[in-house]
């Protein structure tokens, strides 16, 4: 029996997580969470999970392998330290920036496989596997859905201010979702700016409407396209096979369509409703992207960490010290001893 930690700091993480637990626990190992911070809500958790805070009692823990989709974890925690991720957006600053914490890196599809082979070969203090990501074992929705009496468009901006669309496209929004026969559902990330989310709520009425993470899956399902900027969303809504219309994305690729005038937004999503010469780009990205259509990417995460495990594969060479973000690390935790 193993014993597992999910090491989470924002609510998003139970979904890309517990598919990881629930594989973990059918196979008979133990799993804990750990609360990093305090933006976790913990009335989230379900009345069979553990949870600590303590980063004393994780240390005593001593778990076998910690799973994290955040970019950090800290190094004087016991266990082997997989990195997960917390989404596909790899055109954001920092996505391919290795801060020396991981021993793993469970990838998504060829194109992320590619890229951290090349970062590990550079840097040698790490391994990396291609697993697909565990969020979409219980995410991936039916390509095909019944038949509406009006499209809909789902809107799912980044928080981020050098990418968010919504400062440029609210009035926009708002104006199409009175004039046209859309119905609008909105969907915000949880670090987005509550001046904008207080904007949109005032201006809600039975075309428009916010809905929170918990009906996240069922806006997946339902919608007929994606309306975003430069956000990870884009890639698990394409993975359904489905249209996303993008305002200046980063880099935009030809399977979206991308606009950078607000007015073009109308025209832009009738393309997206209409347009169906787009299927075979969709489907190329999504191979690249994530090929793994039978929801076992969590068994392949686990199985990769039990042959490292038991097999005690390690990385070419040992992680640098970081002497200075070990100690800073030790500071916030308030933990230093010494084992």
Not at 48 to 53: F, G, I, K, L, V
Not at 76 to 94: R, S, T
Not at 101 to 127: I, M, S, V, W
Not at 162 to 173: D, H, K, N, Q, R
Request: proline content about 5%; overall charge positive.
């Amino acid at each position: 029996m193993r014993k597992y930690v999910g090491f989470i700091s924002e609510n998003y993480s139970f979904d890309i997580l517990r598919p990881i637990q629930n594989a973990a626990l059918d196979q008979g190992h133990e799993f804990i969470w750990f609360l990093d911070g305090n933006n976790v809500n913990t009335e989230l958790f379900l009345d069979n999970e553990r949870y600590e805070t303590d980063i004393k009692q994780l240390i005593n823990y001593a778990a076998d392998a910690i799973f994290v989709p955040g970019n950090v974890v800290p190094s004087f925690v016991p266990g082997l330290k997989v990195q997960v991720f917390h989404g596909f957006e790899w055109k954001k600053k920092g996505h391919w920036r290795i801060r020396n914490c991981f021993d793993l890196y469970c990838t998504q599809g060829p194109f992320f496989t590619a890229k951290f082979n090349e970062l590990q070969a550079k840097h040698r203090h790490f391994l990396v596997q291609q697993t697909g990501w565990p969020k979409l074992d219980n995410a991936i929705a039916p390509i095909t859905q019944e038949k509406k009496f009006s499209p809909t468009v789902l809107y799912a901006p980044t928080f981020s201010p050098a990418y968010c669309s919504t400062p440029e496209l609210f009035e926009e929004i708002i104006k199409l979702s009175h004039s046209k026969d859309w119905q609008w559902l909105v969907k915000f990330h949880p670090k987005m700016d509550s001046t904008w989310i207080d904007k949109f709520r005032a201006q809600s009425h039975h075309k428009l409407k916010l809905v929170g993470d918990a009906h996240l899956a069922s806006a997946f399902a339902t919608a007929d396209v994606l309306l975003s900027d430069t956000s990870s969303i884009i890639t698990e809504f394409l993975l359904q096979g489905k249209p996303a219309v993008t305002y200046k994305n980063a880099s935009p690729d030809p399977v979206l369509i991308d606009f950078v005038e607000a007015p073009q937004l109308k025209s832009s999503i009738e393309t997206a409703l209409h347009d169906v010469s787009r299927k075979e780009h969709i489907e190329q990205f999504c191979h690249s992207m994530h090929p793994y259509r039978d929801q076992l990417s969590s068994e392949r995460i686990l199985s990769c960490v039990e042959n490292i495990l038991t097999n005690n594969i390690t990385a070419e060479r040992r992680k640098p010290l970081n002497i200075i973000r070990h100690l800073k690390a030790r500071k916030a935790y308030k933990y230093w001893a010494f084992r």
